[in-house]
């Protein structure tokens, strides 16, 4: 009897290929079926608070599940409109906000998610709650969001913000405002009042900013700054740029320090200005400097008011320039 | 075919669903019938009627109820043997699998006649049987573990203020490390009231659960520490 070699080979290939078919199939039969997308549902709800008898004077939302947007009005109720959404109905019965009136004008409004009767994970990409709130402009607000985005507008007795990644972004705020964030961008324009903002890895931008002090620090973010005038200034880096243009108030104080972190400033000067500066490179714009102890001083304008300006960077450069 | 048979597959018909040799010859017929048009006229103003219907929403709860009784059959599938569900699986591709295995059945006959084993894993045995089995069986178990990767949004949340928290933690480790880099000209006064307030600082940072509280805490140890970095000298009393 003669077998060829190839000819077994064949057969026998034909044979597994023949037998795992169907349980190629049986596998294939035991893949999980494709998901199709559920439709998102979307809820919207609107609710008008009116001060009893006092009037408001606190607003606190902590929203840790989307955007929050704060806007004066001249009335003396909050508005609240909230949008929801979520990937099914019964995640949308999860998501709960939560208004606290207080006896003190305090109004807290924060934003939940309950844990759920089935236990089915939901993504929070997969749900928000987005807030946006019309309240009186001499409320004090009181704002903090996560990665969400966190707009005020037109307030007038100031308040605080704060985000762990999402923007910060105050606009035409009367009043001392606090600004702090992990890692979301803050900016803050036409703020009249003090300002206290630290980031640790985040940019800090300033724009049209007048009041008593400027405080401001950021570890790993750059601090810029057009149109600031302030009595006391005072940036601080670790290791981002700091550029400001501004507006030195008479006796005044600018005092910006880095590590890394180069620094130039442009002031329009009024008076005397007493500069020190410590950098790698320094330049102030004029000749008539002294280096003492690696410190550079100069005595700039005239005048009995003076104001001073202290600017060091360990390992950057300095450039000061003033526009009289 | 007869008027009755034509008329079965009206419906069909005018929802487009006959090949094309079945709807030409359903036209051919329309159009030399009388009663089979007024039906087909009938049949047409019907579902037309039912088009301009508003959609009927389901209830929230059906969708549950569903997954109720898929989770049940689930359920009671994982529980029944390996052998009953891979029967079950395998079940719809029973006439496939009957040509293979008599196919595979020639070839083990021509191997064995031939004197040469079958290769391991090649043949229609026991080694290979296994492979779909535990495939069935995993994939079982996929279906009914929850999504993986999908953080629930409870446990999302608490690990961002956890996050948040790792993040001060990380800058103030950076800075402390700077701090310890830059701080050789610093007199003993001024680095004894350094390690001190940074005691204290950090010992209230210590003291607080991740939160609020505690973000504020880590700030003013940041602020000092970024102070004590980039302006010790000032402190110090230079000129």
Redesign the interface.
Known sequence: MT?TPHV?AF??????G??????????Q????PVETPIPKVVERSRLDVAPSQTPFLNLSVDN??GDVRIEGHDGSSVMIETHKSAP???TMD?LRVSLVPGLDGSLRLGTA?D??VD??????S??RIDLVIRAPRDLRFTA?V??GQLEVSGMDAGGEA?A?SGPISLRNISGAVNA?S??GPVTLTEIFGSIDA?L??AALRLDTVAGDSLVA?A??GAISGRRVRARRIEL???SGDVELEGELALRGKL?I???HGNITVRVRGRGQLSV?A?GKQVDLGTTKTKL??G?T?AELGSGDDRSSV?L???HGAIAFAVNW | MSCAGYQRQLGAYLDGELSDHQASAMRGHLRTCDACRTAAAAESKLLESLRQLPPLDPPPALWQAIRGQLAQEEIADARSPWHLRLWRRAAPFAPHAGGGVLAAAVALTLLWWSGAPPAPGQGPGPSVAPTPVASAVSSVAAEAAPPSGVKDVSQALADEVTLADQSYDKAVAELVELVASERAGWSPAYARRYEDRVKVLRARVDGLVAGVEKERAWQELMRYLQTSLTRAELAMGEP
């Open positions: 077998r077994m057969l026998a290939s034909l044979a597994t023949l037998a795992s078919a169907p349980l190629a199939a049986v596998a039969a035991g893949k999980a840790p599940l099914d109905d019964s999860r998610v844990p759920g236990s089915r994970s939901v993504a929070k997969a749900m903090r996560g990665s704060d762990t702090r992990i890692s630290e640790v890895d620090s570890h790993r601080m880096t670790t005092l320090s880095s590590l020190r410590r003492v102890k410190v001083l202290d060091r960077s360990r």
